[in-house]
Nanobody
Framework: QVQLVESGGGLVQPGGSLRLSCAAS????????MGWYRQAPGKERESVAH???????IYADVVTGRFTISRDDAKNTLHLQMNSLKPEDTAVYYC??????????WGQGTQVTVSS
C-alpha cells in the first residue's frame, strides 16, 4: 500500500523559509517520479515541482529560483525547500506519486501560510 505523509508546513513571514517533507511507504522514492502540488482556496491544484527517477528537476515558473525539490534516499523521503516565500505561496501543499498503472497517490497535505 502506498502512503504519503506530508509535514513541515506552518506560518511564516514573507521572505522566510520552510522545508516540507513527504515520508513515503509502499514505494522507493529514488525509483519513482514524484512531485509537489499546491492548492489555494478558490484555485485549482497546480504543479509546483517534479523530480524524475533520473534526477531531472522541473519547477513551475513562479517558484523557479526559490524552491528546491530533493530526495533523501536513506529516509525514503521527498523534500521541498522553500525560500523567499511570498504571500501568494500560501496554499495546502501535497506530495504526489503516479504509479505506472496511472493511479495517482496523494498525501493529506500540509498547510503553508505566508503572512506578516
Amino acid at each position: 500500500q502506498v502512503q504519503l505523509v506530508e509535514s513541515g508546513g506552518g506560518l511564516v513571514q514573507p521572505g522566510g523559509s520552510l522545508r516540507l517533507s513527504c515520508a513515503a511507504s509502499g514505494l522507493i522514492v529514488s525509483a519513482a517520479d514524484m512531485g509537489w502540488y499546491r492548492q489555494a482556496p478558490g484555485k485549482e491544484r497546480e504543479s509546483v515541482a517534479h523530480i524524475t527517477r533520473g534526477g531531472l528537476k522541473i519547477y513551475a515558473d513562479v517558484v523557479t529560483g526559490r524552491f528546491t525539490i530533493s530526495r533523501d534516499d536513506a529516509k525514503n523521503t521527498l523534500h521541498l525547500q522553500m525560500n523567499s516565500l511570498k504571500p501568494e505561496d500560501t496554499a495546502v501543499y501535497y506530495c504526489n506519486y503516479i504509479k505506472y498503472t496511472g493511479v495517482a497517490y496523494w498525501g493529506q497535505g500540509t498547510q503553508v501560510t505566508v503572512s506578516s
